[in-house]
């Protein structure tokens, strides 16, 4: 089968390792792709959001499905595209649909369907410019500490946790009166806090029928114990221990099949990944977001703990059988820890060469390319904030953790860091020391 794979970082990586696998891949084309991805297939110089250039790519190289992996084509409208085009209505696609999308794309468009189809979430109001007076006043009577959310996508930076009155009305006039996050923020969701831990549950649905993946928490702090500015990830453990059966049947029962069910209610056309923002309150899970497509970096850790041909799976997606599939997930433990250029993520320097990358780590480990490019001279060089991860498997977190921190320690590149304490609340502390918070 010839499979196209739209993106370019680590959860593309990952995806490609694995597709790569699969028995049915001749060939893997991979958009823009990265050093990383040009291992397991095709590396073709395609901007993602220029529809018309991946018509032309799929029509000359008679792909047969495509699969997405960042929002921000699923949420332009990419398989409403495909769709409309009668050249490319055959193609297999991994992706939903515009509306479908909106569950990542618009805060408030996901808020108003957990309130319609009674997913547990934290309760919530909605303002823009019209009614920002009201707005200020809210937040004035409200329990701090309160979360403001830009409706729209903001790469990952549009949720404040605000921890008092006067930080929650400056952010607040900063999204929506100076456009903090352009027209993401035009519309801000003012949300009650929820105390507890975060996890993160991945689905793959046909618009009727799903599959649950492996579970994973990733933890999204710059500094270790989880202190500093919010990034795309520093990493990502899974299993998750305290996702247990009793917790994932609540997750399953209260979250993942009403929402199921509520995109096929409704009309809207989903085939693709769901991923479940989640937190634990006291044993109960909510839903803190969806995103309409695969975490980065959990991908780096469910992909690999997936033994089940994913080609197959996606194919089974198309069809409408994921009813018959049989999930395979490998019992061990599987931890990733992300390497990141110095000063992110705020300012950071690239075209930095890597070193280490040739080294022989064994079966145990993987190296996903996030941010990454060949210079003139066929070097690999740094090109972005996220740079790589190390994957590893483990008998348990803790094994998987040191196992990756010891590949780290023979990469190398001006400006490296990373966090060492990844899954800490699953490790017991050595003796002597105390648990990190």
């Known amino acids: 089968m010839r499979i196209l794979l739209l993106g370019s ?31 397991h297939g095709i590396n073709v110089p395609l901007d993602i959001t220029d529809f018309d250039a991946i018509r032309k790519f799929c029509i000359s190289e008679k792909i047969e499905m495509v699969i997405v992996g960042p929002e921000e084509p699923l949420v332009n409208g990419l398989y409403d595209y495909f769709k409309a085009t009668e050249e490319l209505q055959k193609i297999y696609f991994i992706g939903p649909s515009k509306k479908g999308a909106q569950l990542e794309g618009s805060k408030a468009f996901a808020k108003a369907f957990m309130k319609r ?6 309760n919530y109001k909605e303002f823009t410019i019209d009614n920002y007076e009201e707005g200020l006043k809210y937040l004035q009577q409200h329990p701090l500490p309160i979360v403001l959310k830009a409706d729209g ?3 990952g930076k549009g949720v404040m946790i605000c921890q008092s009155y006067v930080e929650a009305v400056a952010e607040f006039e900063l999204m929506i009166q100076e456009a903090k996050f352009g027209e993401a923020s035009k519309k801000v969701v003012v949300e009650d806090f929820l105390s507890g831990i975060e996890l993160s549950v991945f689905a793959i649905t046909d618009g009727k029928n799903y599959l649950i993946l492996p579970e994973a928490k990733d933890y999204k702090r710059i500094g270790e114990g989880d202190k500093g500015l919010m990034t795309g990830g520093m990493g990502a453990v899974s299993p998750v221990p305290f996702a247990t059966p009793g917790f994932m049947f609540k997750v399953e029962e209260r979250i993942i099949k009403p929402t199921i069910n509520g995109l096929f209610k409704e009309g809207i056309e989903y085939t693709g990944f769901v991923f479940f923002g989640l937190i634990n309150v006291n044993g109960d899970p909510y ?11 959990e991908t780096e850790v469910v992909i690999p703990r997936l033994e089940t041909d994913l080609v197959g799976i996606c194919i089974a997606a198309t069809q409408q059988e994921l009813d018959k599939v049989v999930m395979r997930t490998d019992i061990r433990a599987a931890a990733t820890i992300v390497a990141v250029s110095r000063g992110y993520p705020t300012g950071y320097e690239k075209g930095y ?29 740094t090109n972005g904030g996220r740079v790589l991860c190390v ?17 780290l320690d023979h990469i190398d590149y001006d400006g490296m860091f990373y966090r060492t304490d990844i899954g800490y609340e699953f490790i017991p502390p050595k003796p002597g020391e105390t648990q990190k918070k």
């Open 9 to 39: 970082g680590g959860r593309e990586h990952a995806l490609a390792w694995k597709l790569n696998q699969s028995v049915w891949t001749n060939p893997l084309y991979i958009a823009p792709g990265n050093p990383g991805t040009a291992k």
């Open 353 to 381: 060469e890597i070193s280490g990358l040739d080294g022989k780590y064994g079966k145990q480990s993987m190296i996903f390319h996030a941010g990454t490019k060949e210079d003139d001279k066929k070097n690999i060089v």
């Open 153 to 155: 996508l903001a790469a």
């Open 117 to 122: 189809h009674a997913i547990p979430t934290a």
């Open 391 to 407: 994957t590893s498997f483990g008998e348990d977190i803790e094994d998987a953790v040191n196992t990756s921190l010891d590949v």
């Open 287 to 297: 839903v803190i977001e969806y995103n309409c497509r695969m975490g980065d970096p």
